[in-house]
């Protein structure tokens, strides 16, 4: 059981290039997420999906787009990439949004933008 | 918007000591509210989850107590180690907006030999 997997672990990119971070769960959870972790700030959530086929905006959406286009998978890509976009980034899975479930998250991705 | 804020920024004790750290919310109107650890450059691992309708739960040296009415919460660790060096962020979730968690920016904990 790999629990939420993220892939790459860190990139490196160029001001305007597109890239796709990849976030795949094996736990058949409804709920995932995605947010990003910055120095000296709490994590921030981008995007978050409730199920296959569904998603929606959370407090930082600006400069990304995700699709859910299987329970599994979750990518969360960027455009074109601006310096802001430095970051790290979690990928988060929890079987609902009941008040009993756990969220469990990825190892990251560590991004920079140049 | 939920505010979510935790005290001490950070803490260096010695090994042994008993500890308090302190998260507060401005939202009550929460589902349920989880004590996760991170260590560096790692992601975030989920040490307790509080339901809304509970007032703590205990895991080993690991107890989190939670009242709602007043936006608190508190983990208490007991008998610290070094390995219990990291920092711990406090979230609290609302199911209403679809199991989001609000995030604190953590107490980074040092615990020497």
């Known amino acids: 059981n790999a629990g939420v997997t993220q892939t790459p672990k860190f990139q490196v990119l160029k001001t305007g290039q597109s890239m796709t971070l990849q976030c795949a769960q094996d736990m058949n959870h409804e709920y995932m997420s995605w947010y990003r972790q910055d120095p000296g700030m709490g994590l921030r959530l981008i995007h978050y999906?409730?199920?296959?086929?569904?998603?929606d905006q959370g407090e930082v959406p600006n400069g990304y787009n995700v699709s859910r286009s299987t329970t599994e998978d979750f990518p969360l890509r960027l455009l074109s990439a601006a310096p802001s976009q430095t970051s790290v980034y979690f990928c988060?899975?929890?079987?609902?949004?009941?008040?009993?479930?756990?969220?469990?998250f990825g190892a990251g991705t560590r991004l920079s933008v140049l | 918007k939920q505010e979510v804020t935790q005290i001490p920024a950070a803490l260096s004790v010695p090994e042994g000591e008993n500890l308090v750290l302190n998260c507060s919310f401005t939202d009550s109107a929460i589902y349920n509210l989880q004590w996760f650890r991170q260590d560096p450059g790692k992601g975030l691992t989920s040490l307790l989850l509080i339901q809304s309708s509970q007032r703590e739960q205990t895991s080993g040296r690991l107890n989190a107590s939670l009242d709602k009415s007043s936006g608190r919460s508190t983990l208490y660790i007991a008998a610290s180690q070094p390995g219990d060096s990291a920092t711990y962020l406090c979230?609290?979730?609302?199911?209403?907006?679809?199991?989001?968690?609000?995030f604190g920016r953590g107490t980074q904990l040092t615990v020497w030999p």
């Open positions: 988060a899975s929890s079987y609902s949004q009941g008040a009993e479930n756990i969220q469990y």
């Open positions: 979230a609290p979730g609302r199911g209403s907006t679809l199991g989001r968690l609000y």
């Open positions: 999906s409730v199920g296959a086929g569904i998603t």
